[in-house]
């Protein structure tokens, strides 16, 4: 038994959102957030949930729902990336609309927020023509969003074009944060009450769990998510006010409610939700098998965290606030490193034996140990003696002949011009799976790298880029010192 209950969670999910379908006499905007397709910090903290169950969700729903994708203007002339997948905002529009058509979920709407006519912007409204997806033009409004008179009116939201949907359940999606989703939602109730259609608004979001307390390590690990944005998790006063009951939600959301919430009865003419949580549909909190597994997990997640804004800002990329911020997680709620084993074990022996090591926890207690070589990273040996050991191989069988090592790194060296010629992980495994055919024990090994997922490691030096990759495909939840192994400026 996994200690997030799926199962119940679908079923107690789809539930809340059909009855907030009926709410509204069939006709719900719901404003969707965080990763559809792969939510891996949700699938870390939730032990059970998985990386698409978001997705299972939508399939679960496919017959009243359509998906309604946002991306801004701003976003698109920017550059703006997905720092997860390292691609443009306006390539992730495409992807999305991909991922949803090959599930068959009706995606017929994308709607480009604060538009103006620039070749960046036109270039992706012609992409989308072309594949019959209709483009529709938010425009940006003086003095959003205080000004309310305006932007309840024709000059303001009247002056965007609506969007043609035919389905109960709108799902308003977007590549990243600051698409303006909730812009549209709202938008689209301003054009609905004046055909006089009665239509509502919710908000899908799986953190900060509005029914746990703020400081539930839950709610924390999303918290060490999010430093970058200053998002803080706060008692929903408004809630406290109407209820006499605590509910947890984060301090952009309990910052905007009070205009928001004029925009909305200015439109509907009638008060729709006293807080912020009460906006949600969020069933997380009542899913749980094994609550202390959960927060085990979830502390877990605010240790790699740490070490994710430590490796950041040693690369120059966040400000040390932000870093701050991450280690007082830790610190203010007496979290213990000793929960990742790997960590201690690998920068012991790194410190002792003056290199590299790369450290695997399997099973929770099991901890098999890599280290550079010659031939080998210490993550790709890591590796290596990780699959022998789940797949009981003796140790001193080799996987891949030196040989096949040295072709590879005669390649990398005389014809790639790389100052490094040992394997990376991804290097490894391609050796590896072409000796699968001709080699038993390679086979045995290669077998076992399914039940690599969800394990715990660490290196004691910053990784590269493609052993980073690599990790992330096989969803292993590596963290990294914040140090490079050598002393030269330039790393990829």
Not at 337 to 346: D, G, H, L, M, V
Request: hydrophobic share 40%; charged share 20%.
């Amino acid at each position: 038994m996994t200690a997030f209950n799926l199962k119940k969670y679908f079923e107690l999910q789809t539930i809340e959102i059909k009855n907030r379908i009926k709410q509204f006499n069939n006709k719900l905007y719901l404003e969707f957030g965080g990763k559809i397709f792969d939510d891996l910090h949700a699938s870390r903290v939730l032990p059970g949930f998985l990386s698409d169950s978001k997705l299972q969700l939508l399939l679960k729903l496919k017959n009243e729902a359509e998906i309604v994708v946002v991306i801004s203007a701003n976003d698109i002339e920017n550059n703006k990336l997905r720092g997860d997948l390292g691609i443009k905002y306006e390539d992730d529009v495409l992807r999305l609309i991909d991922n949803f058509k090959s599930y068959d979920l009706i995606v017929n709407n994308v709607v480009i927020t604060q538009y103006q006519p620039t070749f960046r912007v036109n270039k992706l409204q012609n992409i989308l023509g072309e594949h019959n997806i209709n483009v529709v033009k938010h425009y940006k409004i003086d003095d959003y969003p205080n000004n309310l008179d305006l932007i309840v009116s024709k000059n303001g939201y009247g002056k965007n074009e609506t969007i043609k949907t035919q389905k109960p359940l709108i799902v308003i999606t977007a590549p990243g944060p600051g698409s303006g989703k909730l812009a549209v939602a709202l938008s689209e109730l301003y054009h609905d009450a004046i055909n006089n259609i009665d239509s509502g608004y919710a908000k899908f979001e799986t953190f900060p769990v509005w029914n746990l307390a703020v400081d539930h390590p839950l709610n924390l690990a999303y918290e060490a998510a999010t430093t970058d944005l200053n998002d803080q998790n706060k008692i929903d006063p408004y809630y406290l006010k109407s209820r006499n009951k605590i509910a947890t939600n984060y301090n952009r959301d309990i910052q905007a409610f009070p205009i928001l919430s004029q925009i909305m009865n200015k439109i509907q003419k009638r008060n729709i939700y006293d807080s912020p949580t009460s906006m949600g549909v969020n069933m997380v909190g009542f899913c749980f098998n094994n609550e202390e597994e959960i927060k085990q997990a979830a502390n877990k997640e605010i240790i790699r965290r740490y070490y994710q804004s430590a490796v950041a800002f040693k690369k120059g990329m966040i400000s040390k606030s932000v870093l701050i911020r991450n280690a007082n997680l830790i610190s203010k709620n007496n979290i213990n490193f000793s929960i990742r084993p790997c960590i201690e074990i690998a920068n012991k022996l790194a410190n002792q034996l003056n290199m590299n090591i790369t450290t695997f926890t399997l099973n929770g207690n099991i901890n098999i140990i890599g280290k550079t070589s010659a031939l080998l990273g210490s993550s790709s040996a890591a590796l290596l003696n990780a699959l022998k050991y789940l797949a009981n191989i003796p140790k001193e069988i080799h996987l891949l002949s030196k040989e096949a090592i040295e072709l590879v790194q005669n390649l990398k060296v005389n014809v790639f011009k790389s100052k490094n010629p040992r394997l990376h992980m991804n290097e490894t495994l391609i050796i590896l799976a072409m000796s699968a055919k001709s080699n038993q024990y390679a086979k045995l090994a290669y077998d076992q790298l399914k039940n690599l997922a969800g394990i715990e490691a660490h290196c004691s030096a910053i990784l590269s880029m493609q052993d980073i990759e690599t990790y992330n495909h096989l969803n292993i939840n590596i963290t990294q010192e914040p140090k490079y192994d050598n002393d030269t400026l330039y790393h990829k």
